[in-house]
């Protein structure tokens, strides 16, 4: 779970750096939500192509549209919830600069290569 707080952060502090920032945490639980739908869809839809069923992908919008809203809602349950939000804010903003550019270059990549498997 330390991993998904982890993201979460990274993720609240992008988005005060955007026009969300007077709603970051909301934006970060948000943006945890649609990376982890993004990560399931692939999966649930080769597994569908798999088994030859073709009948699902003309509804294909559809349900990536309630995954995300599932998967949003669940993030927003898990990390606004009985102020997790500011507990996970408060514990990794003492990270030190070599660490917070770690964590940047590793959030990048997983974020890039999330984008990569839905387009491919």
């Not at 669940?74 to 919830?81: D, S, Y």
């Amino acid at each position: 779970m330390n991993a998904f707080k982890y993201l979460y952060y990274k993720l609240y502090r992008a988005s005060l750096k955007s026009s969300y920032y007077d709603i970051a945490e909301f934006a970060g639980a948000s943006y945890f939500g649609l990376l982890i739908a993004l990560n399931i869809m692939p999966i649930f839809f080769l597994s569908r192509r798999l088994l030859h069923n073709e009948s699902d992908i003309k509804h294909i919008g559809a349900m990536g549209g309630l995954l995300s809203l599932l998967t949003m809602s669940i993030a927003w349950i898990a990390f606004l919830g009985n102020g997790r939000s500011k507990e996970i804010i408060e514990k990794y903003s003492l990270e030190d600069e070599r660490s917070r550019k770690r964590g940047n270059l590793f959030v990048s990549i997983y974020v890039v290569i999330t984008v990569i498997l839905v387009v491919v």
